[in-house]
């Protein structure tokens, strides 16, 4: 079983209806107080689900959740059933999935996992080793989003990236290596976006297995942006291009896509 914690992903852990909760824990003391509204909707949506709850004191959903900020509202479910990376494929092109290469701070993996979802991605490639896990913390910070995505676990990152580029998607590594700025890059095409790490950035047989690296063009005195904030700039570029009619954009045309041996 699984801890889920917070107002936000309890409320879409419900919604989503993807994995089971065993039941949900709420605080007595936070039902007479400003969250009474919001805990009485969960609460709702639990009775329809029919997923028990549980009253008890502040200090024991504290306990459960290892942290105080569990906004009085803690739910025990199913350990969550991971995708293989042939499994994103499913679905109507074009597609755009999210890769990240050992991203380790849960934060930025919950910031992450909210703006893939927001942006409208179609999966998430995650590594099994040399990353943050899946924990309470990072669904926390995912605000719900993560219930709704479709997840991929992979041993190898590599390998699923070739293995990506096999069926048709273009593999584009976010580095600040990169020669193209990231919105002179046509994203309507089948395409993998590519996170690294905190700092050290993409993997080095990752960065060379990528067909393209962009970068963000930096105007003030910093070098680089914090990976979650840099994955939301491209993420919401990719989803603008997406949304907009090639005939009626009105932008600068973008050049012809090659890959970096090309």
């Known amino acids: 079983m699984e801890t889920i914690y917070g107002l936000h992903p309890v409320e879409e852990a419900l919604r989503a209806g993807i994995r089971r909760l065993d ?4 605080a007595e003391e936070r039902l007479n ?7 009485a909707e969960i609460m709702a949506l639990c009775r329809a689900a029919k997923v028990p709850v549980r009253k008890e004191p502040r200090e024991a959903l504290t306990r459960m959740a290892g942290t105080a900020a569990h906004q009085g509202v803690v739910g025990v479910a199913r350990e969550r059933e991971f ?4 499994d994103l494929l499913e679905g109507p092109e074009p597609r755009l999935v999210l890769a990240l290469d050992g991203v380790e701070d849960p934060q930025n993996l919950g910031a992450l996992l909210r703006t893939a979802e927001a942006a409208g991605v179609d999966g998430v490639v995650l590594t099994e080793r040399r990353s943050a896990p899946l924990s ?5 910070a995912s605000a719900g989003a993560a219930e709704h995505l479709r997840l991929a676990r992979v041993v190898n990152l590599v390998r699923a990236l070739e293995m990506l580029k096999e069926r048709n998607l273009w ?8 020669t193209m700025d990231y919105d002179r890059y046509d994203f ?11 700092a050290a950035g993409l993997h080095e047989l990752v960065r060379r297995t990528c067909d393209h690296l962009l970068r963000i063009p930096m105007a003030g005195k910093v070098e680089s942006l914090n990976v979650s904030a840099a994955g939301a700039v491209v993420l919401f570029e ?9 005939d009626a954009s009105g932008e600068r045309p973008l050049k012809p896509q090659k890959g970096l041996g090309s």
């Open 83 to 86: 995708l293989g990376a042939e």
């Open 33 to 39: 107080h400003g969250d009474a509204r919001r805990l």
């Open 188 to 198: 309507r095409s089948n395409t993998v976006i590519v996170l690294g790490r905190e």
């Open 171 to 178: 593999c584009v590594g976010l580095d600040e290596r990169g």
């Open 23 to 26: 039941h949900v824990c709420v």
């Open 136 to 140: 309470p913390a990072a669904l926390k």
């Open 238 to 246: 990719a989803a603008r291009q997406r949304r907009a009619r090639p």
